[in-house]
Structure formats: C-alpha cells, structure tokens
C-alpha cells in the first residue's frame, strides 16, 4: 500500500522530470501492433457482426417475404410511383458498392492494421448503400409487380409494418455501434450522432404506434399501445441523457493538487485505478440502457405489427407479377449475399490481426482474393438487376 502524505508535503523539483519521463516510458510500452491490433480489431469485428446483421435484417424484411407492399421510408417518399428513378437509384448504389469493394481489397492489401480504421468506415458505407439499395429493389420490384394483369395493390393499415421493424432495428444497430468506441476516446459529435439517429428512430415508432392506438378497435388494445410507448419514452430519455454527459466523468473525482504532488508510482497507480473503475463503469451503463432501450422498442415493434387488422393485406399478385417481382428481388439479393460475406471475411480477418499472423498465414492475401471475387459478384448480379428493372445498360467494372 502506499505511504499517506499530508497536503503538506513538497517533493523535490528534480522528481517531476523523472515522474514525466516514468509516464512517458509506460505509455510507450505497448508496441505500436500490440496498441492498433487488440482494440481496434476487436471493434472491426463487432462493427462487421453489426452490419451484416443489419443487412440480413432488411433483406428478411423485403426480399425474403410473401407479403408484397410498397417501401415507405423518408429517403424513398420521392420516388412515389416512378420505376424509372427507382432503377436509377439502383444503377448508382451498384456502381457505388463496387467502388467501395474495389477501395477495401486495396485497403486490405496495403496494410490491414494501419488502415483498420478506414476499413472500418469502408464496412459501414457498404451497409448504408446495401440497405438503401433492397430498400429501392424491393419498392421498384412492387410497382412492377402490380403493374401486371391479373395483379392488385396492398390495402394499408394504420401500422406499416416494415417502417416499424426497420425504425427498431436501426435503433438496435446504433447502440450496438455505441459499443465499438472507445470510451476513453469517444468524442462528444459521435455520442451526439448516436443519440440523433436513436431519437429519429423512436420518432418513427412511436408516430406510427400512436395512429395505431387511435384506430385500435378495443380499449384494452389501446392501454396496451399506451403503456409500450411510455416505457420506448423513458428508455428513450435515459439512455440519450446518459450518452450526452457520460463521456464527460472518466477523470473526475482526482484533484488537481494531489495529481501534482503525488510521488510518479502512486500517481500512477491512482490515474489507472480511476481509469479502469470510470471505462467499467461507463461501459456498464451504456449496455444496460442501450439493451433496455432496443428491448422495449423491439417489444412495440411486434406488438404493434402481430395485429393483421392493424397492418392491413399486402398486394395480390397474379402469375406474371410474382414472376416479376422474383425476377427482381432474386437479383437484388445477388448483389446482397456477397456483401453480407464481405462482412464475414474481414471479421475473420481481424482474428488473424489479433494474433499477428495475418501475414504469415497468407490470411491477408487470401482476404484481397475473395473481396475481389465477392466484387465481380456484385458487377454480375447488378447486370441482370439493371435488366429485371429494364434497363438493357450493364453496370461495368470501375
């Protein structure tokens, strides 16, 4: 245990250097593969886990459905009922993903540990673009769809089901996100971010619960919708309150006076001890608000869309329109699948970087190689995607 001293005490101006250069040696203990290849690889592989289950989420949505509707989202209101900007929205998500891939085998290839970071932000750009992309496949597919003989448009209910699951399954991704931070780095604009995205989603949610619970046809469904929106709310409120202030604790509760006049080992002893202790803590709180708050919107989502005289009958298609429509989403998932597996060949990379034998192993170059095959996949696929929404150009390699 170290020796108590008095507020007192002075220590010699000679220790300050010493204690300065003791700090500065254990800073620089960790190699710089040791201090890149743990953490940062660690939170590679959960954002990887992160978004390939986003994008299978949207495809089991859209694509793997017999329930044909249209896609309601605010990126897609403009389209209404345009093929044609449907088709080229498309055309420019495919070119955009196969840039993408293209830019992560060469990232990959250069150096994976130094360039994990932008991998990183390369992994998420394709999700966004693979989400936005089956979300403007399955709507242009349905407006096909319904455009044959023999085929009849859905009949809407109150609760659109697709824009609830889709409002609580962002709200799980970002606080999922929310754990690949550091918490000792995270910045203020990224909990801000976070805290933005989740209280969009909520809005989302609960807007269309509260048209659902004025339209409900008994008084118990009604209490119900009720009592799961006030619990959405306060999870809501907590967890944004404890993002916007958390990062702000880690240090506090050590005085500047006694920092300073603490002999070098106690200093650090005490500085790590309040590190470990606050990033538990933090931590902690973050999990247990972040998980209460995707439960109890994951909770609204199913009670909201488990009532079929709530969500109304999809669209009743003939022969030619489910044709249609597979042509469609089949080719739409031939541009999905090999981002989805993407996902999991960098996530079985970072095991790899992990161990420091990524180079050795030939794991790296192996990565380059299937990136690049799942890449040509995507240029294959996204021909006969153009060809479904009739468009005879085929998508060339970038």
Not at 22 to 28: I, P
Not at 137 to 146: K, M, Q, R, S
Not at 155 to 184: F, N, S, W
């Amino acid at each position: 245990m170290a020796p108590e001293h008095r507020h007192g005490d002075r220590y010699p101006e000679e220790s300050q250097p010493a204690m300065e250069r003791n700090c500065h040696e254990q800073s620089l203990a960790a190699t710089p593969e040791q201090s890149v290849g743990l953490p940062e690889a660690r939170a590679l592989a959960l954002t990887c886990d992160l978004c390939q289950h986003r994008m299978q989420t949207v495809a089991d949505l859209l694509l793997l459905t017999s329930d044909t509707r249209p896609v309601r989202t605010a990126s897609l209101s403009v389209f209404g009922e345009s093929v044609a900007r449907c088709r080229e929205t498309v055309a420019s998500r495919t070119r955009g993903l196969t840039v993408l891939l293209r830019d992560l085998a060469a990232l990959i290839h250069r150096d994976t540990v130094t360039g994990i970071q932008e991998i990183r932000v390369c992994i998420e750009e394709i999700c966004d673009l693979v989400v936005s992309l089956t979300e403007c496949c399955a709507h242009a597919g349905y407006l096909l769809a319904v455009l044959q003989d023999g085929s009849s448009p859905e009949m809407p209910g109150p609760v659109d089901q697709y824009q609830l699951c889709r409002a609580a399954a962002e709200i799980e991704h970002k606080t999922g996100l929310l754990r690949t931070y550091q918490l000792h780095t995270v910045t203020a604009l990224q909990l801000t971010d976070i805290c933005i995205s989740v209280t969009e989603g909520a809005n989302v949610l609960t807007d269309g619960c509260l048209k659902a619970a004025d339209e409900a046809p008994e008084d118990n469904l009604r209490e119900q919708f009720r009592l799961c929106l006030k619990s959405v709310a306060a999870a809501v409120n907590t967890f944004c309150g404890t993002g916007s202030c958390g990062h702000c604790k880690e240090y506090s509760g050590v005085p500047q006076a006694h920092r300073i006049a603490s002999p070098a080992k106690e200093l650090q002893h005490h500085l790590l001890k309040k590190r470990k202790s606050a990033l538990w803590s933090e931590s902690l709180i973050f999990a247990v608000f972040g998980e209460a708050l995707t439960t109890a919107c994951n909770a609204l989502a199913v009670f909201a869309t488990q009532d079929p005289s709530l969500t109304g009958t999809g669209a009743k298609l003939s022969q030619a329109g489910r044709d249609t429509l597979h042509t469609v989403l089949s080719g739409c998932m031939g541009v999905v699948s090999p981002c989805v597996l993407v996902c999991a060949v960098v996530h079985d990379l970072t095991k790899a970087i992990s161990s420091g034998s990524y180079k050795v192993d030939g794991k790296e170059a192996n990565a380059v190689m299937r990136v690049q095959q799942c890449q040509a996949a995507v240029i294959r696929s996204a021909s006969r995607l153009g060809q479904a929404l009739g468009s005879g150009n085929d998508i060339k390699q970038i």
